[in-house]
């Protein structure tokens, strides 16, 4: 697809139209291919590497640019930048038919991905293949939303399994080191956060192996920083706990 803007001859190619309807009208942006998702999902921050001009259009095909008056009246400004911005992160994303569908299964099979590589069988510790999980997405009737990144549907996709199969994110080993003083009182303010306590050492310090969800980490990280005054460390053992093999369905 080749577009030409007669205000200034600039010869747009590879182009990905992203629309937004505002105050009745509709506004348009021209993106480069692949380039929007990157944007939404937080991997692509430099703007002039999604947005192929800072223009804002009424009509891309045809080159229309969009009147001053028409942007400060639907955006409450003209700054075509900004604009561009509020069209990238909240527009509909303009593609065929075959390129759509060609998208939904890529972001299915990367959002499957992330799925087998976070989680295991909480009975087994083993971990699922790729091609179980897409399974299993299948079988709960997954919709892909083009609109969230696909870690974020990815984290979606686990609660709903939960319902249907044995399946939880893999648990982080941590290792605590903790003064004794602050140690016994801490340990009680860590309790609900950790799965499983390993082992427990009384020296000079109290050291503690333990299993947690990924999704405490910050927490207990920031918790130990601040009872402790940042006395206390925390050590990443392994980022996952898991045994060799993969899961079947039995």
């Not at 259009?57 to 400060?72: M, W």
């Not at 979606?156 to 893999?170: P, W």
Request: proline fraction near 2%; include cysteine; aromatic fraction near 6%.
């Amino acid at each position: 697809m080749s577009i030409f803007t007669p205000t200034n001859q600039i010869r747009l190619t590879n182009v990905a139209v992203v629309r937004m309807k505002r105050a009745g009208k509709r506004f348009e942006i021209a993106c480069y291919k692949n380039k929007v998702v990157g944007w939404r999902s937080g991997v692509e921050k430099d703007l002039d590497e999604v947005l192929q001009t800072h223009s804002v259009f009424v009509n891309v095909s045809k080159g229309q640019v969009a009147k001053k008056e028409d942007l400060i009246s639907a955006f409450g400004t003209d700054d075509q930048t900004e604009i561009c911005k509020q069209i990238l992160t909240k527009g509909e994303v303009q593609v065929s038919d075959k390129e759509r569908h060609t998208q939904l299964e890529q972001m299915f099979r990367d959002i499957a991905t992330i799925v087998a590589d976070k989680c295991v069988n909480p009975e087994t510790k083993r971990p699922y293949t790729v091609i179980l999980i897409e399974r299993a997405m299948k079988d709960i009737h997954y919709s892909v939303k083009t609109n969230k990144s696909t870690k974020q549907q990815a984290l979606e996709v686990i609660k709903q399994l939960k319902e249907k199969m044995k399946i939880e994110r893999a648990h982080m080993r941590l290792r605590f080191l903790l003064p004794v003083n602050e140690g016994k009182k801490l340990k009680e303010k860590l309790k609900p956060l950790i799965k499983v306590i390993e082992s427990e050492d009384y020296g000079q310090q109290l050291e503690i192996v333990c299993l947690i969800d990924p999704g405490c980490f910050r927490e207990i990280d920031e918790l130990i920083k601040k009872e402790t005054k940042g006395k206390g460390s925390l050590e990443v053992l392994n980022l996952k706990d898991v045994e060799e093999g993969d899961e079947k369905f039995e």
